[in-house]
Nanobody, 116 residues
Framework: EVQLVESGGGLVQPGGSLKLSCAAS????????MTWLRQAPGKGLEWVST???????YYLESVQGRFFISRDDAKNTLYLDMNSLKPEDTAVYYC??????????RGQGTQVTVSS
């Protein structure tokens, strides 16, 4: 059974950093494109970043240069390093199999709140 479990969210001040983790089981993350999505309060699901099997990365324009997606194949875990966080980054963050908005097996999410 495919399972994705996100962690690492929390409350951070504007300008701060957080590193999200997504532990995978039931499949090997290096065998699939992997994606981070987010949903802000009262808004729809938004694509954030995709990591392809060969290492190509893509980012939402508003997070380009601040967020970095990576994976640890030995730990079968996907990461999202988030820097220079802004209040508008506040959302529940999800990891999922697939690329861009074509995803499946989304995890339960982890809350990120950026506030002073």
């Amino acid at each position: 059974e495919v399972q994705l479990v996100e962690s690492g969210g929390g409350l951070v001040q504007p300008g701060g950093s957080l590193k999200l983790s997504c532990a995978a089981s039931g499949f090997t993350i290096s065998s699939s494109p992997m994606t981070w999505l987010r949903q802000a309060p009262g808004k729809g699901l938004e694509w954030v970043s995709t990591l392809y099997r060969v290492g190509n990365t893509y980012y939402l324009e508003s997070v380009q240069g601040r967020f970095f997606i990576s994976r640890d194949d030995a730990k079968n875990t996907l990461y999202l390093d988030m820097n220079s966080l802004k209040p508008e980054d506040t959302a529940v963050y999800y990891c999922a199999m697939g690329q861009f908005t074509s995803t499946s097996n989304r995890g339960q999410g982890t809350q990120v709140t950026v506030s002073s």
